[in-house]
């Protein structure tokens, strides 16, 4: 399976400047390739583009200080982005052209299969890439013996930090997915309560109120300040760090919970739900912006992969209007918070309700019916708050395990 692995470097000021440097020579470059497929009537192919940088070193100096591949890496960027915009021009969106990059929008450089070593100097770690030299890394966890390493990307942060990341191909066996699974659990997510799965959990949202109220201040801060001087650029690196902040916490809740649950169960069922579309829909989007659904259920998805674990993504219409135990449709307005069938009279949590729709359908995806002795009503527990102060706290374990010391203490 690929991977990649994150780490902070801790780059001297001379290797800024190099690093730097070496990064707005690729943005240059992308801007002249981006030039050249404008001015031909037929775009040439990739590798004839890249055939050509050896006559750009020619009269063009500072592409001789920069590593070869990292400059062909450059040329794929160009030619990935073009098959980007032709993809969603042929799903029916509306695109443009490519523009220049800026240099506040380019700000990363790529190393493939060569020109890069992970060494140990002096009982500390560097990462030595070539024309640049060796930078120190925070290693706060071990790539895997068995692992091997395809790339590497230095990123500057807009907070001025400088990160690799490694792109890396782990030769594991994963666990097959049982074809009866028995532990199976259903997923509603939503702003109030994060998650509220068939198991009666009911996962709260992470409060980060403190941490948007810090970054409105920083913006406040920032329009006050004349735009292009001295104290506007140090003001923008602090509202640069209030965004990496509420990004850091924000995914850290996102990956202990999704790994739990890709834990713990052998079927995981979600919602198929447009992320983006919900957010332009107009009134509260911030809030759903804020809960980062789509980044969750990219998380499940990869981690149920790696565990074995079933995961599938069902049609989200009507899961909240069906009864879970008849099936029987009730219109119901957002601020009801409790399903009542007027059919058979069944009740629950309307998001308990439909987490139990997305189980049964899910269920159903991959040919296992629920067992007819067992209804719905009997199978729906007491719901049990669960804090996301303590999802964050106690890391990765079950869910079970989190409520016990949620109630004990």
């Not at 706060?140 to 400088?162: L, M, N, Y």
């Amino acid at each position: 399976m690929q991977y990649n692995y994150k780490y902070r470097l801790d780059p001297s000021e001379a290797i800024c400047e190099a690093l730097r440097h070496h990064v707005d020579t690729c943005r240059q470059l992308y801007n002249h390739v981006l030039y050249l497929l404008n001015a031909s009537d037929d775009i040439p192919a990739r590798y004839e583009v890249q055939g050509r940088l050896p006559d750009l070193k020619s009269w063009w100096d500072d592409l001789g200080n920069v590593y070869s591949k990292v400059l062909q890496m450059v040329v794929k960027r160009v030619y990935d982005n073009l098959s980007t915009l032709k993809a969603q021009k042929e799903s029916g969106h509306t695109v443009g052209m490519l523009k220049w990059k800026p240099p506040r929008e380019y700000r990363s450089l790529t190393y493939n299969q060569s020109g890069f070593e992970l060494k140990n100097t002096s009982g500390r770690p560097v990462l030595w890439l070539s024309k640049i030299g060796e930078i120190p890394i925070h290693l706060h966890r071990d790539i895997p013996e068995d692992a091997t390493t395809k790339q590497v990307t230095v990123k500057r942060e807009p907070t001025g930090e400088w990160y690799a990341t490694f792109g890396i191909n782990v030769d594991e066996d994963t666990s097959e997915k049982p074809e009866t699974p028995e532990n199976v659990v259903g997923i509603d997510v939503g702003i109030l309560k994060y998650a509220h799965d068939t198991d009666g959990y009911a996962i709260e949202s992470p409060d980060f109120s403190e941490e948007r109220e810090r970054l409105e201040r920083a913006q406040r801060n920032l329009s006050r300040k004349e735009h292009g001087s001295n104290n506007w650029k140090k003001q923008r690196k602090v509202v640069a760090e209030c965004y990496a902040d509420l990004k850091r916490k924000r995914r850290d809740f996102l990956h202990k919970l999704s790994n739990s649950y890709a834990r713990e169960y052998d079927l995981v069922a979600v919602e198929d739900l447009d992320a983006k579309g919900l957010v332009e829909l107009p009134g509260n989007s911030r809030n759903r912006a804020g809960t980062a659904w789509g980044t969750f259920l990219r998380m499940l998805e990869y981690k149920c992969e790696r565990e074995g674990t079933h995961f599938v993504a069902v049609d989200s219409k009507d899961t909240t209007k069906e009864c879970a135990s008849c099936g029987v449709k009730t219109d119901k307005p957002l601020w009801v918070c409790e399903h009542s069938c007027p059919s058979c009279g069944f009740e629950a949590d309307r998001d308990a309700n439909a987490a139990w729709n997305i189980l049964s359908r899910g269920l159903e995806d991959i040919g296992v019916v629920h067992s007819e002795s067992m209804p719905v009503e009997t199978a729906l527990p007491v719901d049990t708050p669960v804090s996301a102060k303590c999802v964050v706290e106690t890391g990765s374990p079950t869910l079970k395990e989190r409520t016990a010391s949620a109630v004990s203490e």
